[in-house]
């Protein structure tokens, strides 16, 4: 079931963000040209879609290229309810995704960490004493292929 939208995005709303999505970087002033509205009009919208929580603008950085020698994906398979779960796993601080799923795991949660050893520490230390995490399973990244955040508005 979808989660229904709590903001409606109108076409210069979606225009705004396909914007920022192809350069987070771009001028209030240039989206204004490119989108029909003033500076000052655009800089109330991506405010209030940000407030909103449709949209973040952020920075987003190749780990390995600032000291994380290691990302992996962590499947887990739970008992009871996985709201809590991942509510806990949330709350790791080197967890930057987490997704309950349909499939063979439960939840998927994505970590970025320095070293082996550290991946061995969250997952031994951190998320496997979870109550309710019964298993899990390191999906360790080999090499980034593609990473991109411009699937646009529907």
């Not at 225009?15 to 192809?22: F, M, P, R, S, V």
């Not at 204004?32 to 952020?58: F, I, N, P, T, Y």
């Not at 709350?91 to 930057?96: G, I, Q, Y």
Request: proline share 3%.
């Amino acid at each position: 079931m979808n989660k229904p939208r709590s903001t409606p995005l109108d076409d210069v709303s979606k225009a705004i963000i396909a914007e920022l999505q192809e350069d987070g970087r771009r001028s209030y002033a240039a989206i204004g040209k490119a989108v029909g509205l003033s500076e000052a009009a655009v800089r109330q919208r991506v405010q209030r879609l940000v407030d909103s929580g449709v949209m973040q603008v952020v920075a987003v950085t190749d780990p390995t290229e600032i000291g994380f020698a290691r990302q992996a994906m962590i499947g887990i398979r739970a008992t009871g309810e996985l709201e809590p779960i991942a509510d806990a796993l949330a709350e790791v601080k080197e967890v930057d995704y987490v997704v309950i799923t349909a499939g063979s795991f439960d939840l998927l949660a994505e970590v970025v960490c320095e070293s082996d050893e550290h991946l061995l520490e969250i997952i031994s230390r951190r998320i496997r004493t979870i109550p309710g995490v019964m298993t899990t399973e390191a999906l360790v990244y080999l090499k980034l292929r593609k990473q991109t955040y411009s699937w646009g508005v529907r």
